[in-house]
C-alpha cells in the first residue's frame, strides 16, 4: 500500500520589536506547538523596508505609525514549517487587536505578548501566496518547493 504523502507547510512568523526581549520563550512555544523553526533572522528594518513589506496597507490612516513600530527596533524573523502551518499560527497568535484578544482569546500569543492595539507582538501570513513572498522578503534564497515527509523509502 502507498504510504500517505504529508506535506509541511511554511510560514513566515515575526516577533515584533515589543516582543524579541521573550523571543527564546517564544520561540520554546513554536518548537512545541509542532513547529519547525528552519530558518531565523534578527534584521532591524529601515523604514523603507518596513513600508515594503506592509505595502498592502499603504495609505491606509494606521499606516505611518505601523512603519515607525516595525522599523523601531530589530526583529525576529523565522521560516517555521508543520501541517497547515499558515492557519495554524495564525490561530496561536490570535486577533490582531491586543486590547480586544486580552478579552476573547486570553491564551493567545498576542494577548500574552502584546503591548497595545497596534503593537501585538507577532507577525503571521494570511495565505500561501503572501507566505511565499514574506518568506523571500527576508530569505530571498529560500527554496519554494513544499517538502514532502513521512514518505517511507520502497528499498
Ligand atoms: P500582521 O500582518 O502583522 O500579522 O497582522 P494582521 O494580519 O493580524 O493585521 P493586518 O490587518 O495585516 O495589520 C497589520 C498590522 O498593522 C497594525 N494595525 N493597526 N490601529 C489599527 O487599527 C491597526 N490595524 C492594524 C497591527 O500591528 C497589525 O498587526
Ligand atoms: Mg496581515
Redesign the pocket.
Known amino acids: 500500500m502507498e504510504p500517505p504523502h504529508i506535506y509541511v507547510e511554511r510560514t513566515l512568523a ?1 516577533i ?1 520589536p515589543d516582543a524579541v526581549h521573550k523571543s527564546e520563550e517564544i520561540e520554546d512555544i513554536i518548537l512545541r506547538s509542532g513547529f519547525a523553526i528552519l530558518q531565523k533572522r534578527r534584521v532591524h528594518l529601515t523604514p523603507e523596508q518596513a513600508s515594503d513589506f ?1 505595502a ?2 499603504y495609505g ?3 499606516f505611518a ?2 512603519v515607525a ?1 516595525m522599523s523601531s527596533g530589530p526583529v525576529i524573523a523565522l521560516v517555521i514549517a508543520r501541517d497547515q502551518a499558515i492557519s495554524y499560527w ?1 490561530e496561536l ?1 490570535g ?3 491586543t486590547v480586544k484578544a486580552r478579552q476573547t482569546h486570553p491564551d493567545c500569543l498576542r494577548a500574552i505578548y502584546g503591548t497595545d ?4 507582538a ?5 495565505s500561501f501566496t503572501n507566505s511565499e513572498r514574506e518568506i523571500r522578503f527576508f530569505f530571498p534564497d529560500s527554496i519554494v518547493e513544499p517538502v514532502p515527509v513521512g514518505q517511507a523509502s520502497k528499498d
Open positions: 515575526i515584533k506592509y498592502e496597507h491606509k490612516l494606521f505609525s505601523l513600530y495564525r497568535i486577533p490582531t487587536n492595539d497596534q503593537r501585538n507577532l507577525h503571521g501570513s494570511d
